[in-house]
T-cell receptor, first 113, second 114 residues
Framework: DAKTTQPNSMESNEEEPVHLPCNHS???????IHWYRQLPSQGPEYVIH???SNVNNRMASLAIAEDRKSSTLILHRATLRDAAVYYC??????????????FGKGTLLTVNP | SAVISQKPSRDICQRGTSLTIQCQVD?????MFWYRQQPGQSLTLIAT?????????ESGFVIDKFPISRPNLTFSTLTVSNMSPEDSSIYLC???????????FGPGTRLTVL
């Protein structure tokens, strides 16, 4: 599986936007970029995913570089509930990889009141 | 979507014993996965539980240590055998389905081995 690189930690203030970066320079053409987050004492939850175009949903936006070697998860207005570990994961949907997810270390986001 | 429950939610066990963790889903799903999360670490995939056949284990995990059952499309068990303190972790079940964009995770089972 292609690897991702994320900062170990980031800090934000409540109500401000947060940009969480992810580098994936060895991404292949069949890799989707997925983001999950893990709130304290909970299992991970899906945030968003994309292939080439920028994506928006009710939780966040995903900005993907034109060469697809990096992406940025954008939380438009951070709340205290957004404090979590955010994982950027490449999921290969070609070649029968059975959709398994390979988690890296992720970014610990702290949100200050 | 899918709602997943796990039993037990936590347990404290003695070394040398075994614990079976159950994962129940509220709908039929094709894929079920078992992960381990050691203290302060990220998630590591243990195996994919296949309905009607043996589980597919990741490198570093073996069936004798982590036997898995998948009797139907809504249920799976993971057994942690002959436990040692190094097995103290959170064990999580997740499910996926062809055509779904996301996987859903259970709340986890927190295991402490003394």
């Amino acid at each position: 599986d292609a690897k991702t690189t994320q900062p170990n930690s980031m800090e934000s203030n409540e109500e401000e936007p947060v940009h969480l970066p992810c580098n994936h320079s060895t991404i292949s053409g069949t890799d989707y970029i997925h983001w999950y987050r893990q709130l304290p004492s909970q299992g991970p939850e899906y945030v968003i995913h994309g292939l080439t175009s920028n994506v928006n949903n009710r939780m966040a936006s995903l900005a993907i570089a034109e060469d697809r070697k990096s992406s940025t998860l954008i939380l438009h207005r951070a709340t205290l509930r957004d404090a979590a570990v955010y994982y950027c994961i490449l999921r290969d949907v070609g070649g029968g990889s059975n959709y398994k997810l390979t988690f890296g270390k992720g970014t610990l986001l702290t949100v200050n009141p | 979507s899918a709602v997943i429950s796990q039993k037990p939610s936590r347990d404290i066990c003695q070394r040398g014993t075994s614990l079976t963790i159950q994962c129940q889903v509220d709908s039929q799903v094709t894929m079920m996965f078992w992960y381990r999360q050691q203290p302060g670490q990220s998630l590591t995939l243990i195996a994919t539980a296949n309905q009607g056949s043996e589980a597919t284990y990741e490198s570093g995990f073996v069936i004798d240590k982590f036997p898995i059952s998948r009797p139907n499309l809504t249920f799976s068990t993971l057994t942690v055998s002959n436990m040692s303190p190094e097995d103290s972790s959170i064990y999580l079940c997740s499910v996926g389905q062809g055509g779904w964009d996301e996987q859903f995770f259970g709340p986890g089972t927190r295991l402490t081995v003394l």
